[in-house]
Every structure is written in structure tokens, then in C-alpha cells.
């Protein structure tokens, strides 16, 4: 006699597998998200893969058309023709609405003049539409012309009441980028930039933005007709200010209310002509080395710059030193051993070594007014990268 087996169990379970696969085929979980958090989900990412994205719910098919920020950039779609359509189309089909953040950069390297036509386009789109937070990058060009220039992009914007953040990479500013209108702006990040106007070697840019409250200066220059120039920080309500490679500039700062200030600089490029920073609490150094450091008449120099820079960040509570700054700091402390104190409130030492000479403490601490000094020994404290600001966008 055969036995027969029962299955039920498997039937059963086989009809549980299935009634689950149907109820997930049916059900559309994300039609059911709130649409604020569809738009804020929708907003960390670029564009193109927002408008993807779309096609992932029926009900989603026009949601990116609400998203409030505008991420285009021209690594998003092969070919300069195809990139163009489909920015023409994206600011065509978009909902009439404000937006909060457009970016635009061309991080294939197009070159600004195959598509300047375009890029103005979209900085006129943003700004019709308030925009708050606007990123602009050229892409690289050896060719820096008239098209470049601030005024040439930005030049229909006369006045603009809702611009706070304002990120430039590879766009001359000139004489125009002073007196832009952007008044309200709190947060400018500059990198990679001619700065060229007709104040001839004094540069004062920054004087018209009242309420700006930090200051990112990367990767700038001069036109090549230029060997050096002053460069004039200054700004009432100014109170983070980061330099990062900035070649061929004599810089003078006056913030009253500056109380962190970043600095990254080659030693032969590392000129202060003046600093007032009465308000300062921390500065955050770091410097490298070039050929030439163990020349006598190289040595001369960095003592001069180092003096001025420290007697310039005297006010600082803290003081970090990246890198290989502590080498270059022992290498010259004889000499600031003989110069007055630079140091009046100083009470952390954060350094990028495992021990400091005890002379070299001393040079740092003898004029604080600080009871106890602190030294923090921490060897992650290093320059791998000048260029500590993030990427764009």
C-alpha cells in the first residue's frame, strides 16, 4: 500500500507566498509619502536623476517639476547638444515656483564659450524665480576673456534682496562683482577665479556686502599682466574666513568680528600686509614646504611672514598647526625667540606632532595671559589637500 504524502503545509505556504507578491505588486508605498518629504527626498539629488526618479510612481510622473532645487551639471548627459535640450526643457516644463538652490557646473570641461549662452539662461531662470542659494562654475578654460567676467554673466541683476549663498568657480571677477546688488548676501565661496579689476593693484571686493558672514577664497589669481597684488578683506559682520592657496597676493584683513580664520598657503606665497582682528578666537595655519626653503635668503622671508602672520592672530585662544607647520615654526624659533611675545590669550596649542621642543612652548605661551595652557598632540592634524572646502555643488 503507498502512502501518500499530504502537502498541505506547502500548498498553504505556497498560497501565503503568493498572496504577499500580489499585495506588494498592488501596493504603491511611495504614492503614500507626504509630498513635502517626496520634494525634500527628491532635492539631494542632481536633475537628471530627479526627473528619473519620477517615473517610479504614476503619481510621481510631475513631482519633480515641484522640487525646489535645480542640480544641472554637464557630466549629466553625453554630448553638449543633448545637454542643452534638456536644460531648455527642464526650465520650460518646470512649475512657475521659487526655487531654493540652483547649480550649474560644467564638470566635463566644455569650456565656457560652447555654452554661455546656456549658463546664462540658467542664472537669469534663478534669480526670476528668488532664488536663495546659486552655484555658477565655468569649467576650466585657458582662455580667459570678456565672457568669463562677472559682469558678463550676471549683468542683467541689478538688485537682489533674497541671494545669501553665492558659490563662483573659474569666473573673473572684476570690477562689476563689488557693486552687484547681491546686499543680502551671508556666504561667498570663490574658487579657482581671476580676480582682475581696474583698481590696478589694490583689490578691494568685498566691501559692499554688509551683512556676509564667511568668506571662502580658494585657488585665485591674478591676470598673467600681474606679478602682485593687495588684496583687502574687510566686512563688518564678517566671522569665518578661509584662504587656500592664494598665489601672488599680499592680503590685508580688517573684521572686527572675525573669530575663525583659516589659512593654507605655500611658504613663498604666504603674505599678510596687514591683519586686524580684534575679535579673533581661532586660527587654523597650515603651510608646505618649496624648493628653495633652506636658502639663507628664503629663510629671511618666512621669518618676516611668519612674524606678521602671528603678530597679525595675536588675539587667538586657539591655535592649530597642520602638517609639517611645526618643522617651519622650530626651524625659525631662535629668531622668534628674540621678537616680543605674538600671543595674548593663547590657551590651546593643537598640533600635528607627537612632542614639541620646550623652547618652542615657550615661544608660544610666554606672553598669554592664560593660568593653564593646554598642548593637544594629535597626528591626524595634517595637509593632505589645500583644498579644504568641498567640492561645488
Request: aromatic fraction near 10%; proline fraction near 4%; charged fraction near 25%.
Amino acid at each position: 500500500m503507498v502512502k501518500r504524502r499530504c502537502n498541505c503545509g506547502l500548498r498553504k505556504a505556497g498560497k501565503r507566498r503568493r498572496k504577499v507578491e500580489d499585495t506588494s505588486s498592488t501596493t504603491d508605498r511611495l504614492s503614500h509619502l507626504p509630498e513635502p518629504i517626496i520634494y525634500h527626498i527628491l532635492s539631494f539629488l542632481d536633475t537628471k536623476s530627479a526627473v528619473r526618479t519620477s517615473k517610479l510612481s504614476r503619481s510621481w510622473s510631475r513631482v519633480w517639476k515641484h522640487v525646489p532645487v535645480l542640480d544641472l551639471r554637464s557630466s549629466a548627459l553625453r554630448g553638449l547638444v543633448r545637454l542643452e535640450k534638456f536644460v531648455c526643457k527642464v526650465l520650460s516644463l518646470r512649475y512657475d515656483l521659487n526655487v531654493r538652490k540652483v547649480s550649474y557646473i560644467d564638470d566635463v570641461g566644455y569650456g565656457f564659450q560652447r555654452h554661455e549662452s546656456m549658463m546664462v539662461r540658467v542664472i537669469k531662470y534663478a534669480f526670476s524665480h528668488r532664488v536663495q542659494h546659486l552655484v555658477v562654475d565655468t569649467g576650466y578654460d585657458s582662455n580667459h576673456d570678456d565672457t568669463h567676467r562677472f559682469s558678463f554673466l550676471f549683468g542683467p541683476i541689478k538688485n537682489c534682496d533674497h541671494l545669501e549663498t553665492l558659490e563662483l568657480g573659474s569666473v573673473t571677477l572684476d570690477s562689476g562683482f563689488g557693486y552687484s546688488g547681491f546686499r543680502m548676501l551671508t556666504t561667498l565661496n570663490v574658487r579657482a577665479c581671476m580676480l582682475d579689476t581696474d583698481q590696478g593693484d589694490d583689490l578691494d571686493l568685498f566691501c559692499n556686502f554688509p551683512y556676509l558672514r564667511n568668506l571662502i577664497l580658494s585657488d585665485c589669481f591674478l591676470p598673467c599682466t600681474k606679478s602682485e597684488g593687495n588684496l583687502r578683506v574687510c566686512g563688518p559682520e564678517l566671522d569665518n574666513l578661509e584662504l587656500n592657496a592664494m598665489d601672488q597676493f599680499k592680503i590685508e584683513i580688517f573684521t572686527p568680528k572675525l573669530t575663525y580664520l583659516n589659512v593654507r598657503q605655500d611658504l613663498d606665497s604666504l603674505g599678510f600686509s596687514k591683519l586686524t582682528l580684534p575679535s579673533l578666537d581661532h586660527a587654523d595655519i597650515g603651510m608646505l614646504k618649496v624648493p628653495g626653503y633652506d636658502s639663507d635668503k628664503f629663510k629671511a622671508q618666512m621669518q618676516q611672514n611668519l612674524t606678521s602672520l602671528f603678530h597679525g592672530v595675536h588675539n587667538a585662544r586657539s591655535l592649530k598647526l597642520h602638517g609639517c607647520s611645526v618643522e617651519i615654526v622650530d626651524d625659525v624659533c631662535e629668531f622668534l625667540k628674540q621678537q616680543p611675545p605674538p600671543f595674548k590669550r593663547l590657551e590651546c596649542l593643537i598640533v600635528g606632532s607627537d612632542s614639541l621642543p620646550k623652547e618652542l612652548i615657550d615661544c608660544f605661551f610666554k606672553g598669554s595671559s592664560c593660568q593653564e595652557p593646554s598642548i593637544v598632540y594629535d597626528l591626524k592634524v595634517v595637509v593632505d589637500n589645500f583644498a579644504t572646502v568641498s567640492d561645488f555643488g
